[in-house]
């Protein structure tokens, strides 16, 4: 398992809509956290191994109704 962190920027008025999506439609989501500051959710997802998450995060988060802009963290070791 991989865990990666995903800062969103939302559409404006579309941020609880999109943590919604987001939470209820993306089985690898975690948590999912409104912020403020330069973006509006952080969300943790868990992927398989063997998951692109180039792929992951272009074809399954970006494209989301009301998600404008990603930035993406990978992690390496949990402590």
């Known amino acids: 398992m991989h865990t990666i962190f995903v ?10 809509k999109a943590a919604a999506l987001i939470a209820d439609q993306v089985d690898e989501a975690a948590e999912v ?24 995060v272009t074809e ?4 989301l109704p009301g998600i404008k802009d990603t930035y993406t963290i990978t992690t390496f070791s949990a402590f």
């Open 7 to 16: 800062m969103i920027k939302c559409d404006l008025g579309q941020t609880y």
């Open 33 to 56: 956290y409104s912020t403020s500051g330069g973006y509006d959710l952080l969300a943790k997802f868990h992927l398989d191994k063997a998951q692109d998450v180039g792929r992951f």
């Open 60 to 63: 399954r988060i970006q494209t």
